[in-house]
């Protein structure tokens, strides 16, 4: 075989598991077309950067009451339910239109990062950190209630870009640390559509491999000197993903970087199989194997269990606990309550449902993987059912208070003296609760069953002969955490961040 056929060969095994592709968003007329363009992603973050303005703006000065406040009731609302929703449907576009990166841009016009991000930190685990601590900051500080504190959280996640990309090269804060853009990239496993090559044979003869190296110095300097912004100028992909060998969506910020790179129009917005990347075991370009990789698939369990935690926050057995633990600790301060909380959720529980369930794995196939090799390698089944809870939980929010942005708005208008949409009309809401919790049930069972899904697949390849030894235990522990997420959500909700709540 020659070593074109070989790396052929080498790629499309990589591939085999998406399928081929039948849709290519960038082909079409008009959406595609914008997407094609060069400034599209910076169209898309000027917007987005201004409406950060207005809620840090509205969030400082604005109303405290935070139902009537845009800086809490766009970013814990509308803002969530939307992002869960164009995942499910599309894929990480919210990444793409990222307003946070829009000052490292023009600061790197200015300053030129020399560092290389740590080796040491080459890895999710400070984003798994961050990710939690954010979970606990929204419960301990309240921030759905709290204008101020929300506001403050966009300036600091500002000031996190850009400090992190002022100093280290690539795209170090979207990889190694933005606890959103991993919510995005776990998320966007589910998604629809990913960024892929067009056609493997045309990357087994491309020389040049722009997508990842980025064009010539010669032809970047001649490039931005062209263009009125050198910040539109042609890069590599900044998360070290190969187009040949890059599989699904994680890690993937949906920039299109490498579209405009490709010298030979080889990549596109394709459909493919959503969560199938998550059984996939070929190592992977910019992740090599997730399935072995421990930080990733505690960044999948603290994303399943986060969910189900951030639901029960929500609900009244919340306080009935934290009351006991309240007088068992003999303390009121809420801050070692929910520690407490937080550690028995996304630490004790997770160790003790998967310890058993690698246990009754490994007990009835007989396999030499360790407990940690196994709970490392099936974590990833639970992805799927967690986006369902997030999905389930943030699109409650969302469709039951869509409208009240209306009458916010006019206020805001209102209180600087212009008010053009008129009087505030309070009477806006969004769809009845009881007709949402049908779809709620929806979500939870699409996601039950993308659990079950991958699970069987990654039995499939550990035991062949009689998977089911393999995955009984997984689909047993998915189907208790559907169910607890079903019991969670039938609760009576605090309609948070709304005028519909407290
Ligand atoms: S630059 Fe284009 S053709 Fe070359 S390897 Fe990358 S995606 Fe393939
Ligand atoms: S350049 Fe990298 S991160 Fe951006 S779309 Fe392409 S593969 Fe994804």
């Given at each position: 075989m020659?070593?074109s056929?070989?790396?052929?060969?080498?790629?499309?095994?990589?591939?085999?598991?998406?399928?081929?592709?039948?849709?290519?968003?960038?082909?079409?007329?008009?959406?595609?077309?914008?997407?094609?363009?060069?400034?599209?992603?910076?169209?898309?973050?000027?917007?987005?950067?201004?409406?950060?303005?207005?809620?840090?703006?509205?969030?400082?000065?604005?109303?405290?009451l935070?139902?009537?406040?845009?800086?809490?009731?766009?970013?814990?609302?509308?803002?969530?339910?939307?992002?869960?929703?164009?995942?499910?449907?599309?894929?990480?576009?919210?990444?793409m239109?990222?307003?946070?990166?829009?000052?490292?841009?023009?600061?790197?016009?200015?300053?030129?990062?020399?560092?290389?991000?740590?080796?040491?930190?080459?890895?999710k685990?400070?984003?798994?950190?961050?990710?939690?601590?954010?979970?606990?900051?929204?419960?301990?500080?309240?921030?759905?209630?709290?204008?101020?504190?929300?506001?403050?959280?966009?300036v600091?996640?500002?000031?996190?870009?850009?400090?992190?990309?002022?100093?280290?090269?690539?795209?170090?804060?979207?990889?190694?640390?933005?606890?959103?853009?991993?919510?995005?990239?776990?998320?966007?496993?589910?998604?629809?559509?990913?960024?892929?090559?067009?056609?493997?044979?045309?990357?087994?003869?491309?020389?040049t491999?722009?997508?990842?190296?980025?064009?010539?110095?010669s032809?970047?300097?001649?490039?931005?000197?062209?263009?009125a912004?050198?910040?539109?100028?042609?890069?590599?992909?900044?998360?070290?993903?190969?187009?040949?060998?890059?599989?699904?969506?994680?890690?993937?910020?949906?920039?299109l970087?490498?579209?405009?790179?490709?010298?030979?129009?080889?990549?596109g917005l394709?459909?493919?199989?959503?969560?199938?990347?998550?059984?996939?075991?070929?190592?992977?370009s910019?992740?090599?194997?997730?399935l072995t990789?421990?930080?990733?698939?505690?960044?999948?369990?603290?994303?399943?269990?986060?969910?189900?935690?951030?639901?029960?926050?929500?609900?009244?057995?919340?306080?009935?606990?934290?009351a006991?633990?309240?007088g068992?600790?003999?303390?009121?301060?809420?801050?070692?309550?929910?520690?407490?909380?937080?550690?028995?959720?996304?630490?004790?529980?997770?160790?003790l449902?998967?310890?058993?369930?690698?246990?009754?794995?490994?007990?009835?196939?007989?396999?030499?993987?360790?407990?940690?090799?196994?709970?490392?390698?099936?974590?990833?089944?639970?992805?799927?059912?967690?986006?369902?809870?997030?999905?389930?939980?943030?699109?409650?929010?969302?469709?039951?208070?869509?409208?009240t942005?209306?009458?916010?708005?006019?206020?805001?208008?209102?209180?600087?003296?212009?008010?053009?949409?008129?009087?505030?009309?309070?009477?806006?809401?969004?769809?009845?609760?009881?007709?949402?919790?049908?779809?709620?049930?929806?979500f939870?069972?699409?996601?039950l069953?993308?659990?079950?899904?991958?699970?069987?697949?990654?039995?499939?390849?550990?035991?062949?002969?009689?998977?089911?030894?393999?995955?009984?235990?997984?689909?047993?522990?998915?189907?208790?955490?559907?169910?607890?997420?079903?019991?969670?959500?039938?609760?009576?909700?605090?309609?948070?961040?709304?005028?519909?709540?407290?």
């Amino acid at each position: 075989m020659s070593a074109s056929a070989d790396k052929r060969s080498a790629y499309a095994d990589r591939r085999a598991d998406a399928g081929p592709p039948f849709f290519d968003l960038l082909r079409l007329p008009g959406v595609g077309w914008f997407l094609r363009q060069r400034w599209a992603r910076l169209g898309m973050q000027i917007p987005l950067l201004l409406l950060s303005v207005v809620l840090v703006w509205h969030g400082f000065l604005g109303p405290d009451l935070a139902p009537k406040n845009l800086a809490t009731l766009l970013t814990w609302v509308h803002y969530r339910g939307l992002l869960v929703l164009v995942l499910l449907v599309a894929g990480n576009f919210f990444c793409m239109a990222c307003p946070f990166l829009l000052p490292r841009e023009i600061a790197r016009w200015i300053f030129r990062p020399v560092w290389n991000w740590p080796v040491r930190l080459r890895n999710k685990w400070l984003a798994v950190a961050l990710f939690v601590l954010l979970l606990f900051a929204y419960e301990y500080f309240g921030l759905w209630s709290t204008p101020f504190w929300t506001a403050w959280l966009i300036v600091a996640y500002f000031a996190g870009a850009l400090v992190v990309d002022a100093l280290f090269r690539h795209a170090s804060f979207c990889k190694w640390v933005c606890p959103i853009g991993q919510f995005n990239f776990l998320a966007s496993t589910l998604s629809p559509l990913e960024v892929a090559v067009r056609d493997l044979n045309q990357c087994v003869e491309c020389r040049t491999k722009d997508c990842i190296c980025g064009p010539p110095a010669s032809e970047t300097a001649a490039d931005a000197g062209r263009l009125a912004l050198p910040l539109l100028a042609k890069r590599g992909c900044e998360l070290a993903l190969f187009q040949p060998m890059k599989v699904g969506n994680l890690d993937c910020t949906f920039c299109l970087d490498c579209v405009h790179a490709c010298p030979h129009d080889n990549v596109g917005l394709v459909t493919r199989m959503p969560g199938a990347e998550l059984a996939a075991e070929e190592p992977r370009s910019g992740l090599g194997n997730p399935l072995t990789r421990p930080d990733l698939a505690a960044l999948a369990i603290v994303f399943t269990f986060g969910a189900l935690l951030n639901a029960f926050g929500m609900v009244s057995p919340v306080y009935v606990l934290q009351a006991w633990l309240s007088g068992v600790l003999g303390t009121t301060e809420r801050a070692p309550i929910l520690a407490i909380l937080f550690a028995v959720a996304l630490i004790v529980e997770p160790v003790l449902l998967l310890g058993l369930a690698a246990w009754w794995t490994r007990r009835a196939t007989g396999t030499a993987l360790s407990l940690p090799r196994l709970a490392t390698r099936y974590a990833y089944s639970l992805v799927p059912l967690g986006f369902g809870v997030w999905l389930a939980h943030y699109a409650f929010h969302f469709l039951t208070g869509a409208l009240t942005v209306v009458p916010v708005l006019q206020n805001a208008l209102a209180e600087i003296g212009w008010p053009v949409l008129g009087q505030p009309n309070w009477e806006f809401t969004g769809m009845r609760s009881g007709s949402v919790f049908v779809l709620e049930l929806g979500f939870l069972t699409l996601g039950l069953v993308g659990s079950w899904i991958v699970a069987i697949r990654l039995a499939r390849k550990d035991q062949p002969s009689a998977p089911w030894r393999a995955y009984l235990s997984w689909v047993v522990l998915q189907s208790i955490l559907w169910a607890a997420a079903i019991w969670l959500l039938a609760q009576p909700m605090e309609m948070r961040g709304t005028f519909l709540g407290d």
